[in-house]
């Protein structure tokens, strides 16, 4: 579907009322999800549907309280109140910067290694790798929103508490990950290899006990008669 | 969005422990948000936050939601979603700019219900503090796009905005400065419920037409009320 121009709705809403179209141009000049949409206008989703969706997309908008809405949001682009969360490309520079003030590492006795990368994916409560596909020139992948939420809420801190603000993060990283039956270290990758949970949830992964062979122990082996 | 103060601080220590299912409960009704509004601030789909409600004493199995759940609790700084107005706090920026308008609206202070899409009933109410519960969403967040309207423009806004409400108006047929100007008798713009009749007591003064044939219900048969008639 092509989108017409702010100027252009704004021209055309001075004639009619506010429909179910403007709300979709308003997602789409927005660049929201539905559910953020929703969040937007303060409606559940089936109300979205019932105002959008074919025909009615066309009929003026029952609640005048979402045409009003709708309608400010339109002429006075200024109101907009969502807030637009940062791509943790963006906090990278910022953390980057404060972590190399902190005394804080993912150092092990083998592997001394300091706050970067790595450890900037696993903080976010994510992969290792991730940040790899976060910061990539060519190719940047855009991260979950709930690590957007997190990146947001980091950068916030890092510019509020700086070094202060970090290693408490750092910390709690380490407590949540400590819950999980895991060490918040060099060599923790995941955070998804958390404890038995998981497993007794729904089907268990994996071959299943007692269907294959056996493995010798070599022990047993030596005991065992032809 | 302002954190509220913790009703028991004891009930959210996270220390030595992870973030469980009801902390993100705890989150929202602490911030005082619907669940569609948490699930927004938390990034979470409707079925995904069900899921951990449904095991409230057990891990939040996404490590990030856990961090937000914790920064969300512990910085305010982590908060991205602005606080919505109370009622009092929009309506008295309407009335500061109210006065200097060129055109207001007759009897502005219950005009205001009427121009975030309510009754002009519904604003003594709200002043007085109560059914503020019972604001929908949508007011809510055009309270809060009025005060940074008015802050930003102000009476050329606020003439802008009550222009816009007559042009609403008068596109459903209706006088906007009508004192018995009502949204709720809007006329239904659904044509599949256009031929329906309308629902609940009529006007004062409205003539009333004969009852067409009543419809068959089910259970219980056509023929006279009360005493079923002696079998034959």
Known sequence: MLYPDIEIVQTDLQRRPVCGKDLLFLQHWLDLSIAEACFLFGMPFSKWQACTEGERADRPLDDIGVSLLAWTLIAFPETHFLPRYPTPAEVYPLYRAVAEKTPRTLATAYAPTPLGKTAYGLLLGREITSPTRWLSETDPRPADPQVARLAFALRGILQLRGVGGLEAWFDRAGEEARARGLTLNACMTSWSRMDDRKQSRGRPRGRPAGSGKKRRRPADAAGERP | ?232
């Open chain 2, 1 to 232: 969005m302002k954190p509220l103060a913790f009703p028991d601080a004891a009930q959210i220590d996270l220390t030595g422990r992870g973030v469980c299912g009801k902390d993100l409960q705890f989150l929202r009704q602490w911030l005082q948000l619907t669940v569609a509004d948490c699930c927004y601030v938390l990034g979470l789909t409707t079925p995904r936050w069900f899921e951990y409600q449904n095991r409230p004493n057990e891990l939040v199995d996404d490590a990030s939601v856990s961090l937000l759940v914790w920064a969300l609790l512990n910085y305010p700084e982590a908060h991205a979603v602005p606080e919505f107005p109370a009622a009092a706090e929009a309506h008295a920026g309407y009335r500061r700019l109210v006065a200097h308008g060129v055109r207001p609206p007759a009897d502005p202070d219950t005009a205001f219900g009427l121009l975030v899409g309510q009754r002009r009933a519904s604003v003594a109410r709200w002043l007085t503090g109560m059914g503020q519960d019972r604001i929908p969403p949508a007011v809510r967040r055009l309270f809060l796009v009025l005060q940074t309207l008015f802050a930003t423009r102000g009476v050329q806004g606020l003439e802008a905005w009550i222009a816009r409400a007559r042009f609403e108006a008068a596109s459903r047929g209706f006088d906007f400065d009508a004192p018995e100007m009502n949204w709720a008798r809007y006329p239904l713009t659904d044509p599949e419920r256009a031929g329906q009749s309308r629902v609940g007591r009529p006007p004062k003064g409205a003539v009333r037409t004969p009852r067409g044939p009543k419809t068959q219900r089910l259970g219980r048969p056509p023929g006279p009320r009360g005493r079923r008639p002696p079998p034959a």
